[in-house]
């Protein structure tokens, strides 16, 4: 069961990463990345605290950026193409 859920939530960052917008998923789906996302958030961020009192499209970001990250190698990724991959994920727009 937690395989699927991860495959899930994998394929609604497929989905945010194709349009390039926020907005293509539920808030449902939104929570759903937030609490699949947990774990790998509390290790990613310097104060998991702050990290809560984000607004939704910033932990979006966050979550977006771990996942570009985790998919070209982690620990490879250079100053530079995190700088990179911040910026393509800012350019996603929040609404249609």
Known sequence: MEINRREEAEKLIQKILKEKSFSVITQDEKNFLFEEYTDEMKIESKSYEKYLG????????????HSLKEYI???HV?????SEISNYIQSFSVSK
């Open 78 to 82: 250079t100053p530079e193409e995190m």
């Open 54 to 65: 984000l607004s939704d499209t910033e932990k979006l970001e966050n979550i977006m950026v």
């Open 73 to 75: 190698g982690g620990w």
